[in-house]
């Protein structure tokens, strides 16, 4: 097991299937923090990790695929508590992290929403506004309140550097893609679809619990569907707990289909 130098990004891309162009692009766009560790069979590269603390103070360990007999001397260079995701219907992969002291804590579900006009009316008291037009630290303290309330993301932290950096100052930023409604009470709700290395996805949608029930994270989506209609754009993803019920049922009303699954776990400090 070695930390990825330079000479390692041929290897590694052809093990990833990727150019060596995404991949150096991948690891010059990590959060700072982020390490990559690589494990290899003689010359050729066997699978790769990347262990970064997220704002919620979470270890969360990324992976480019790893072959099964790699997966215990691979992450035995993470010490601490640490958290992964993975693909349900891995389960070879699921069985080798179990052995490895893993256990799977939440599951989320894979969605394909399809992009069509979609009727869904602000209440009377809320305005829309796009992102960039948004104040930057009111924006990041909802930002930080609703992914706090969301199941994964609990004690999700976050200061105004961190903040502007990976949203404005980000590639993938699109301000007419992330709504933020505003309430007499200010920023109570936001939408936003990346399209980042996964194109066009929902990575979040959320309303402050006073505003919720009222049709407003609804509304949200259908202010995103309007713009991507009109590029047109067939359909976005999301992930959404399956302990989620509200979620489940917004995303019903959005006529999604499952595409597949993914499964977090956790193991404890070794």
């Known amino acids: 097991m070695t930390e990825l130098t330079d000479d390692d990004l041929a290897d590694l891309a052809l093990w990833a299937d990727r150019s060596v162009e995404q991949v150096r692009a991948e690891i010059d766009d990590a959060p700072p923090g982020m390490a990559h560790w690589v494990a290899r069979d003689g010359a050729l590269v066997i699978?790769?990790?990347?262990?970064?603390?997220?704002?919620?103070?979470?270890?969360?360990?990324?992976?480019?695929?790893?072959r099964r007999d790699a997966v215990g001397p691979l992450l035995a260079v993470v010490?601490?508590?640490?958290?992964?995701?993975?693909?349900a219907a891995d389960q070879e992969l699921l069985a080798a992290l179990?052995?490895?002291?893993?256990?799977?804590?939440?599951?989320?579900r894979l969605m394909e929403v399809p992009v069509a006009p979609l009727e869904a009316p602000l209440p009377a008291d809320v305005t829309i506004l796009p992102a960039d037009r948004a104040d930057p630290e009111?924006?990041?303290?909802?930002?930080?309140?609703l992914r706090n309330d969301t199941p994964g993301a609990e004690g999700w932290q976050a200061d105004l550097e961190w903040f502007i950096s990976e949203t404005y100052l980000s590639p993938y930023f699109d301000p007419e893609t992330y709504p933020v409604a505003v309430g007499d009470d200010g920023y109570v709700g936001l939408a936003r679809v990346w399209s980042g290395p996964v194109p066009n996805r929902l990575g979040h949608v959320g309303v402050r619990r006073a505003h919720r029930r009222r049709g407003l994270a609804l509304a949200l989506i259908a202010a995103i569907i309007s713009v991507l209609d009109a590029r047109g754009v067939a359909a976005v993803t999301a992930?959404?707990?399956?302990?989620?019920v509200a979620s489940l049922a917004l995303f019903?009303?959005?006529?999604?289909?499952v595409t597949g699954g993914r499964v977090e776990l956790v193991r404890l400090a070794r």
């Open 47 to 66: 699978g790769a990790i990347h262990p970064w603390r997220s704002p919620d103070g979470r270890l969360r360990v990324y992976h480019d695929g790893i």
């Open 79 to 87: 010490a601490d508590e640490c958290v992964t995701e993975v693909d």
């Open 138 to 145: 009111a924006l990041m303290s909802l930002d930080v309140a």
């Open 98 to 108: 179990e052995r490895c002291g893993f256990d799977a804590i939440r599951h989320e």
């Open 252 to 257: 019903s009303r959005l006529r999604a289909t």
């Open 239 to 244: 992930e959404v707990d399956e302990t989620n």
